[in-house]
């Protein structure tokens, strides 16, 4: 029998991905009775973060490769495991997965979990950078207790790649809080008033999409396809959600719109804590991304009735059925994306017969209570294997 409450503590890069990502998951496990901590780098979110009752301990972990950087965030994670000894250490991301497992195995703590969100190499990526990717995930792997995938298909890749065996991996899954993403709390005044504080026009055709501002969520592809939207939607308005990463090599500056010539029909909204009163006011939502694990905005855009087109890779494939409940368009081809978004403005009974399968597909398999299960679950068995 246990004779303390169970340490438990989730890593992640950013503030960010704890606050918007983990905090559910957290607040259930210590609903459960978890004593729970988390870490990421400094950020602005931090105090939020702990006004939530989670203890927060901030080490820098950068997001790029940084040798000497890394080295001493391997160090203070070492120290911090050691001096706090948890029982459960989770890991999120690549760095926090790589850094944050090792950190835990060489302090002894008996159960090492990772999720991986969506691997960083696919089969078209150059030969250097898939084995890269691949030589540091099985070091990963190999100080993993249990290796979390949010999609099935990187579950196959890593038995393929010698990863990890599939003994140590479980499928994990995506969902969200369906209470908060309901159409019906949005009526027809709403969304008028909605557009009116975005300076829309009524009757103005909104495609929306939620992601990073880099390029590799396929926002290039996206404004060549805006292009020919607007040829025939003139006022069309292309919504784009998600904070800018100046820090990444792939970073795009709002001003690249000028070059497409949509600096009229694209607006930036940066970082939103209410991306479900956007929902509503999108009549077609997009996600052109070029690699992804498991996209929460899909689901977010599922639950909310929205006609949907996405990209044919992996993560999306499990969210969405080609002409069943969204459109599926070949990655990096913006005819093929124009197409599908004209469509889906011009067959407005298809558009919403697809919108209705995908709330029921939302809220049969992607309901976030399904994956704290699984991984409340886990925990259990890992805690009867490893500590009692």
Do not use: W
């Not at 790589?98 to 990772?114: F, M």
């Amino acid at each position: 029998m246990l004779n303390h409450k169970l340490k438990i503590c989730h890593i992640a890069s950013a503030d960010m991905t704890v606050k918007l990502l983990l905090m559910p998951q957290l607040k259930f496990l210590m609903g459960l009775g978890y004593d729970a901590y988390a870490i990421c780098s400094p950020g602005a979110l931090v105090g939020e973060i702990e006004k939530e009752g989670i203890k927060i301990h901030t080490i820098e972990i950068k997001r790029k490769i940084s040798p000497f950087a890394d080295i001493v965030s391997l160090c203070r994670l070492f120290f911090y495991f050691r001096k706090e000894k948890f029982d459960i250490i989770h890991a999120h991301a690549p760095k926090p997965g790589l850094l944050g497992q090792l950190a835990a195995k060489l302090a002894g703590v008996p159960i090492i979990i990772n999720t991986v969100h969506g691997l960083y190499f696919t089969e078209s990526s150059p030969f250097l950078k898939r084995t890269f990717f691949i030589v540091m995930d099985r070091l990963a792997a190999h100080c993993s207790t249990l290796i979390f995938s949010q999609n099935s298909e990187d579950i196959t890749t890593m038995i393929k790649e010698k990863i990890a065996p599939a003994k140590k991996i479980q499928y994990l899954g995506n969902g969200i809080d369906m209470t908060r993403f309901v159409l019906e709390k949005y009526g027809a005044s709403f969304v008028a008033q909605k557009k009116q504080e975005l300076a829309l026009a009524s009757a103005v055709k909104v495609i929306g999409t939620v992601g990073r501002l880099v390029e590799e969520k396929g926002y290039l592809d996206l404004f060549e396809a805006m292009k020919t939207v607007v040829k025939k939607y003139p006022d069309a308005i292309l919504l784009a959600v998600g904070p800018k990463e100046p820090e990444k090599k792939d970073a795009l500056n709002p001003e690249i719109t000028k070059e497409y010539g949509l600096q009229n029909n694209v607006i930036f909204l940066g970082e939103r804590k209410d991306v479900e009163q956007l929902y509503p006011i999108m009549d077609v939502f997009v996600l052109a991304s070029h690699r992804e694990g498991f996209p929460r905005s899909v689901i977010e855009a599922m639950a909310m009735q929205k006609p949907i087109v996405v990209t044919d890779i992996r993560g999306c494939r499990e969210e969405i059925e080609n002409n069943k409940n969204g459109l599926m368009v070949p990655m990096k081809n913006p005819e093929e994306l124009a197409k599908a978004i004209i469509f889906l403005l011009e067959h407005p009974d298809e558009a919403k017969e697809m919108a209705k399968n995908a709330k029921i597909k939302a809220v049969k398999e992607f309901d976030e209570s399904l994956v704290f299960n699984r991984i409340a679950q886990a925990y259990s068995r890992l805690i009867r294997e490893k500590i009692i």
